[in-house]
């Protein structure tokens, strides 16, 4: 049996026009409060009617039941993007030629875990996600679910060939940072403020030989007590941070 379809919602200024610029595909309607708007919520509002997306009134009050993060005053009901093609890669490259930050995932095939993963992203600003054709979840409706909007903010590109596609990305300039529990370098010693890709690995595997074969670089997060670990989804939390952290220079 196919999982149902499933529809997210996106609240916040920055999430909203994100997925407004991204077309209207798969987008169906955006709430706004009512009263006097914002310049920047006029600005949805334009993109929206200019799309052809229905645009709802509703109160304040009424935003406020269906999440309970700050809203700003807009949601946007979407359907996930679902998985992207290498051609699409090839634009999001184009697209962010300084500062790129991608997400590779080697082996995770929980859908759980997998939605937690584009959470993260989304919610730190990587570029896509990149995942194998084999031994990859699914974007079924738990991984986007868990997602929490991830799933329809940050593009998912699934390759034939991950280790191909990692030399690839490496001819562009890419650095492409492998995590490793018995790595001799911890995370923060890695410079992560340029144009990067970061590997993870499946929690019972870890990565691939191949794959981390092909890493520039192979990097620990540095634990106290490393018999328990991290889940794979908070270890991308983790990793994710960390690039952000060095490149607002905090």
């Not at 699409?88 to 490259?93: F, K």
């Not at 986007?144 to 490496?170: D, F, M, Y």
Request: aromatic share 2%; charged share 20%; with cysteine.
């Amino acid at each position: 049996m196919k999982d149902a379809p499933v529809t997210d919602l996106l609240f916040g200024i920055n999430s909203v026009e994100s997925r407004l610029l991204a077309g209207n595909q798969g987008v169906h309607e955006l709430t706004v409060r009512e009263g006097q708007l914002s310049r920047r919520v006029e600005a949805l509002v334009a993109l929206a009617e200019e799309a052809a997306i229905p645009v709802v009134r509703v109160t304040d009050a009424d935003l406020a039941q269906l999440t309970s993060i700050n809203h700003q005053g807009v949601a946007l009901r979407v359907t996930p993007m679902g998985l992207l093609g290498e051609k699409q890669l090839d634009r999001i490259l184009e697209a962010n030629p300084e500062g790129l930050l991608l997400l590779i995932l080697d082996g995770v095939t929980d859908p759980r875990n997998f939605g937690a993963c584009l959470r993260s992203a989304a919610t730190l600003g990587v570029h896509a996600v990149i995942v194998p054709k084999d031994n990859s979840a699914p974007l079924n409706a738990a991984a986007a679910k868990t997602a929490s909007g991830g799933a329809s903010i940050v593009p998912v590109v699934q390759v034939v060939n991950l280790v191909r596609c990692i030399e690839q990305l490496q001819q562009r300039g890419i650095w492409i940072v492998g995590t490793l529990l018995e790595a001799d370098q911890a995370l923060h010693q890695v410079d992560l403020t340029g144009n990067v890709a970061i590997v993870m690995g499946s929690e019972e595997r870890g990565m691939r030989e191949r794959t981390r074969k092909t890493c520039d670089f192979l990097v620990n997060i540095p634990m106290p007590c490393a018999d328990l670990g991290f889940n794979v989804s908070v270890a991308t939390g983790i990793c994710l941070y960390e690039a952000v952290r060095q490149r607002l220079g905090t």
